[in-house]
């Protein structure tokens, strides 16, 4: 079993950054795939980003690519996503997941456990 804890989330201006982080509990952190997902108030949660057990491939949604950055520090059990150029769009409470088996990562139904999420809030 694994624990994600969020942290990161705050107020910024548009054209400001904010780092996430997401720290995992457990010593198999290495065999789950990572994703961060958001939801903005009256929307359905919505794929971020993903990045595989080894950090060798990531992917984006076309809304945040070129913007945010997913990462992870297997030694560290952490995972973070870099969040640049921010966006009054962008404000949603943005969770952190892991997946333990292959498939379709955009998909929530994907992964095994879930953080409590972190409160990204963009003014204009």
């Known amino acids: 079993q694994v624990q994600l804890v969020e942290s990161g989330g705050g107020l910024v201006q548009a054209g400001g950054s904010l780092r996430l982080s997401c720290a995992a509990s457990?010593?198999?952190?290495?065999?789950?795939?990572m994703g961060w997902f958001r939801q903005a108030p009256g929307k359905e949660r919505e794929f971020v980003a993903d990045i595989s057990r080894s950090g060798g491939r990531t992917d984006y949604v076309d809304s945040v690519k070129g913007r945010f950055t997913i990462s992870r520090d297997n030694a560290k059990n952490m995972v973070y996503l870099q969040m640049n150029s921010l966006k009054p769009e962008d404000t949603a409470v943005y969770y952190c997941?892991?997946?333990?088996?292959?498939?379709?990562?955009?998909?929530?139904?994907?992964?095994?456990?879930w953080g409590q999420g972190t409160q990204v809030t963009v003014s204009s």
């Open positions: 997941a892991a997946a333990k088996s292959g498939g379709s990562y955009y998909r929530a139904v994907a992964y095994d456990y």
């Open positions: 457990g010593r198999t952190f290495s065999s789950y795939a």
